[in-house]
Structures are given as C-alpha cells and as structure tokens.
C-alpha cells in the first residue's frame, strides 16, 4: 500500500480496465433501478384491481423506493469502490445485493399474498 509518512494513502490512478469495470457494475446497478421503476408504473397503469384499494399504490410505492435505493446504493458504491482502486486498498464489502433481494422477495410475498388472497379482479 502506498502511504506518506502521516499513514494517508496516497492516491494514484488506477487501470483503466478497473476503472471500467466499476462503471459497468454501476450501470448495471442503474439499469435494475430502472426496471425497478418501470415495474412501479407498470403496476399501477397495467394491473388490474388487485385486493384491497390501494393494493396497486402499495406495490408501486415499495417498488418505487428499492429503485431510489439501488440508485442511491450504487453511486456509494461506485465512489468507494473507485477511492479504494486509487488507494490500493482492499474493496469494500456492500449490503446492496441482500438488500435488494431482500425488497423484491417483500414485493413478491405481497403479490402472492394478495393473489391467494384477494384473486385478480378484472373489473373496475
């Protein structure tokens, strides 16, 4: 590891071919936010009634919020992972992955849930 003499390390640029790869996890990351997204308002426009009134709005919301997560989570991501590449330190660890499947098996449950429960009413 590179340090000063005051144990700061020192910064350097590191191969661009890391460089890139964090960036196309980060992409990847904002290309799961969108679908998170585009999966909220598919909810809410395409779904019939499903169980109680505000059952569509819910899962929307839930779905809306893992998104701004993942966009939040994976910009930290990207920054710290980079500074760590810079410093020749070791990368650091992320909950995002358990996160995020954590909060799609909690849409998923609901949607079971709502389906075993209520069924799918095709009425308005």
């Known amino acids: ?18 460089t890139l790869a964090n960036e196309r996890t980060f992409l ?20 019939p009634n499903l ?8 899962l929307a919301g839930l779905l809306a919020i893992i998104s701004v997560g993942v966009v939040a989570g994976s910009a ?21 992955p358990w996160l995020l499947a954590l909060g799609v098996i909690t849409v998923g449950v609901i949607v079971m849930v709502l389906i075993v429960t209520y069924g799918v009413n095709t009425h308005d």
């Open 28 to 47: 990847a990351w904002i290309r799961t936010a969108l679908a998170l997204l585009a999966g909220s308002v598919a909810v809410v426009q395409l779904v």
């Open 76 to 96: 930290l991501r990207w920054r710290s992972s980079q500074k760590a590449m810079r410093c020749d330190a070791p990368l650091p660890s992320t909950l995002m």
């Open 1 to 18: 590891m590179n340090k000063h003499d005051d144990n700061i390390l020192e910064e350097h640029e590191p191969d661009y071919r890391f």
């Open 51 to 58: 169980g109680f009134a505000r059952a569509r709005q819910l």
